[in-house]
């Protein structure tokens, strides 16, 4: 894992902003050489009359991205990184290229590439970058390829193997399906032989939801490209998963009255009884509904909406809609007499 722990330096160093101060993201390289030759690395070449068909030079594509970094901040160049790495090193560069993405966007989201149109403020480069994480022709058909286990002795697993034996695609006609007992099974044997791999899926799915939650309230919900292909395909790579030993679920014979996780004595696990008293033990009840929903119907959307529901439980009506629909804000405070300007988000809940 050390070649791991190198992407993670590097990273960290393209999370930092570039030394001027005008411009922390450096300069829009959009119509640069090296900009437009990672484009045309990264889309091969088709066949013609001339020649076959030419596939990625995802290796190319890694190098100019990585060159790229030390003069830009770009959300283009990191959805490339992340292509080629897939491509490259396997699925381990999921949650890598997620954070990557993800950290962008929390901390460089002003200025970071492409930027908003300069007249009126429109999005829609950046949307439409964005969108290629959950594109067939973009992140998803890379995640198909991509190698989750690759052993001599456990055999290999890739993310396409995985979308079909959970119901998330169709096998296609003559294409061998292979079951999800027998998926987990080899992940199980797989995990015997590379622990961090527990690390690894749950960490992408982390950064996955992070990433949504992120871009839902820079963009708003109606504005950000739907990810659920994305989670689902992580949740179910991590759903093959053996259950891992829950230290909660241990009984201290000795101590007898200790209360495990879910507040049961002497670690028993309980289920929701009697109704919500209080808006903590909503919240409480909705981190229940998805954790059940992840561990029993990973490919079930519901938690990402659940978890969004749980941010915004603490907000009054005005601001609602001030996080879901701002451009709507000031007609509704002009009818209700506020002024928007005046309008703040709550501090948590």
């Not at 429109?122 to 067939?136: C, I, K």
């Not at 890379?142 to 052993?151: N, Q, T, W, Y």
């Not at 959970?166 to 998926?183: I, V």
Request: aromatic share 4%; with cysteine.
């Amino acid at each position: 894992m050390s070649e791991l722990d190198a992407l993670e330096r590097k990273i960290a160093s393209w999370l930092q902003p570039l030394p001027d101060d005008a411009a922390p993201c450096g300069p829009d390289l959009e119509y640069d050489n090296e900009f437009l030759a990672i484009t045309q690395a990264a889309a091969g070449k088709p066949e013609s009359q001339f020649g076959a068909a030419e596939p990625p030079d995802w290796r190319a594509v890694s190098e100019q991205a990585e060159s790229l970094f030390e003069r830009t901040r770009d959300l283009r160049i990191a959805i490339l990184w992340l292509r080629a790495g897939l491509h490259l090193e396997g699925y381990a560069l999921l949650p890598l290229g997620l954070r990557l993405l993800g950290g962008l966007v929390e901390s460089q989201w002003d200025h970071v590439h492409p930027l908003p149109d300069p007249d009126d403020g429109d999005p829609y480069a950046r949307v439409n970058a964005l969108t290629l994480l959950r594109e067939p022709e973009g992140l998803i058909g890379d995640l198909r390829e991509a190698r989750i286990v690759d052993d001599r002795a456990v055999g290999e697993l890739t993310g396409r193997a995985v979308e079909v034996a959970l119901g998330l695609s169709p096998a296609r006609e003559g294409e061998a399906a292979t079951s999800k007992e027998q998926l987990s099974q080899m992940m199980a044997a797989a995990l015997a032989k590379m622990p961090w791999l527990r690390a690894t899926c749950a960490d992408a799915v982390a950064q996955t939801k992070q990433l949504i939650a992120s871009l839902n309230d820079k963009l708003g919900i109606g504005t950000a490209p739907d990810l659920r292909p994305l989670y689902a395909l992580a949740n179910g790579v991590a759903s093959l998963l053996p259950p891992e030993a829950a230290a909660d679920e241990a009984v201290d014979d000795e101590g007898g009255g200790e209360v495990g996780a879910a507040g049961a004595p002497g670690g028993a696990r309980r289920g929701l009884s009697g109704a919500v008293n209080s808006r903590e033990e909503a919240v409480r009840a909705i981190d229940l509904v998805c954790e059940y929903l992840e561990r029993a119907e990973p490919t079930n959307p519901a938690p990402l909406f659940l978890r969004r529901a749980r941010q915004l439980i603490n907000h009054n009506f005005l601001q609602l809609m001030k996080v879901l629909a701002p451009d709507a804000l000031a007609e509704v405070a002009r009818i209700v007499g506020v002024d928007p300007d005046g309008v703040e988000e709550p501090g948590g809940s």
